[in-house]
């Protein structure tokens, strides 16, 4: 398909408007697409057919190995394009490596992207070193987005939830106008910044948490959760949803020194002191156990469990790394971080290079 472009450009001359590698990258894409549905028939699923992309959803394109450079006049950074020209960038960061490829995104708010990645040739001699005793157990939920082994507990802010009425409001704009009229494509935007604004805000609020378990933390333990199965029940899906453990997860794995997910089974029926088996409803919020009369948050002792279940795949025992007492307190006497301290975390940069960043 690359050399038809060639005899496609004599007949149609607007793809001189654009560059050679931008439309290599497209047919790159369609062919991919095309060995995947293959793949997946030979499978025994049921694929159907390609189709086009809407003009509305088609909002990337790529510049690969040429056609791209970063230039700097002044104090202000500019990304040239070629047949495009200079574009002004807020650029956050000095760019490292060699530069490979470009892609170039569109939001549906109407922001724009670049990112850029880059070949970095990392030493395997700078192994960081991973201490034990600096290890942690999360156990994520609803109501507390996340409760750790340490007793610290982080509110569950549900975004989500609290922009329910403006994106009722937003989809009743919608609604009212006409398909195809300019007035309706405007109230799809806003309705847009709506759900960006939502991303954001998510984003942002893991980010600031899952750097601070990655400061304080040298391993880190979370129980490896069936979201696919939790979010069939219908009464808690959109909560589920909404807090979005999986983007955490993924967070803490590229900044902490060691992640690792344990089986969630039983980990909030398990007493964290005897090991009994005290079997709870969503409704029941303390563990309390009838045989060693352990009282605690119900989210506190499933945390103690996943750090349990996660220092004995290393052959390493609870007692060894936390004391008795921890396990031996009410939830009135756990000490809570305020809800201020959580926002003021200030966001640093994982130890280890990322491949790509994005420019906004």
């Given at each position: 398909m690359n050399y038809i472009l060639t005899e496609l450009k004599q007949q149609e001359s607007w793809l001189y408007n654009y560059h050679s590698k931008m439309l290599q990258s497209v047919s790159t894409q369609l062919e991919s697409a095309?060995?995947?549905l293959i793949e997946r028939s030979k499978k025994g699923h049921n694929?159907?057919?390609?189709?086009?992309?809407?003009?509305?959803?088609?909002?990337?394109?790529?510049?690969?190995?040429?056609?791209?450079?970063?230039?700097?006049?002044?104090?202000?950074?500019?990304?040239?394009?070629?047949?495009?020209?200079?574009?002004?960038?807020?650029?956050h960061r000095m760019i490292p490596g060699n530069i490979k490829q470009v892609i170039v995104t569109r939001s549906k708010s109407g922001k724009w992207h670049a990112c850029v990645t880059c070949y970095i040739v990392e030493s395997t001699l700078n192994i960081p070193k991973i201490s034990f005793e600096k290890a942690v157990g999360i156990d994520v939920g609803i109501k507390s987005f996340a409760y750790d082994s340490d007793?610290?507990?982080?509110?569950?802010?549900?975004?989500?939830?609290?922009?329910?009425?403006?994106?009722?409001r937003a989809q009743r704009s919608i609604s009212r106008k006409v398909?195809?009229?300019?007035?309706?494509?405007?109230a799809v935007k806003f309705y847009q910044i709506i759900h960006e604004r939502i991303k954001n805000r998510r984003k942002d609020f893991q980010h600031k948490l899952s750097t601070q378990y990655a400061k304080n933390h040298d391993v880190v333990f979370v129980e490896k959760l069936e979201k696919l199965n939790m979010v069939k029940n219908k009464k808690l899906s959109r909560s589920i949803m909404d807090s979005s453990w999986g983007t955490f997860v993924q967070k803490l794995e590229y900044k902490c020194k060691l992640l690792v997910e344990v089986p969630a089974r039983n980990t909030t029926i398990n007493c964290s002191r005897c090991g009994n088996k005290v079997p709870k409803s969503l409704a029941v919020r303390i563990h309390r156990c009838d045989k060693c009369n352990l009282v605690i948050d119900r989210d506190y002792n499933a945390s103690i469990n996943i750090l349990q279940k996660?220092?004995?795949?290393?052959?390493?025992?609870?007692?060894?790394?936390?004391?008795?007492?921890?396990?031996e307190v009410t939830p009135v006497e756990i000490s809570m971080r305020s809800v201020k301290q959580e926002v003021a975390v200030m966001t640093v940069f994982s130890k280890e290079k990322p491949k790509s960043f994005s420019i906004g």
């Open positions: 095309e060995k995947t694929t159907g057919k390609l189709r086009f992309a809407r003009y509305g959803e088609y909002r990337t394109f790529t510049y690969n190995q040429s056609g791209y450079k970063f230039e700097k006049y002044g104090k202000q950074d500019y990304l040239y394009l070629s047949k495009i020209g200079y574009i002004e960038i807020r650029q007793g610290h507990q982080t509110p569950n802010p549900l975004n989500l939830k609290k922009m329910l009425k403006p994106l009722s398909k195809g009229s300019n007035n309706r494509k405007k996660g220092l004995d795949i290393f052959g390493i025992g609870l007692d060894m790394k936390l004391p008795q007492e921890l396990r």
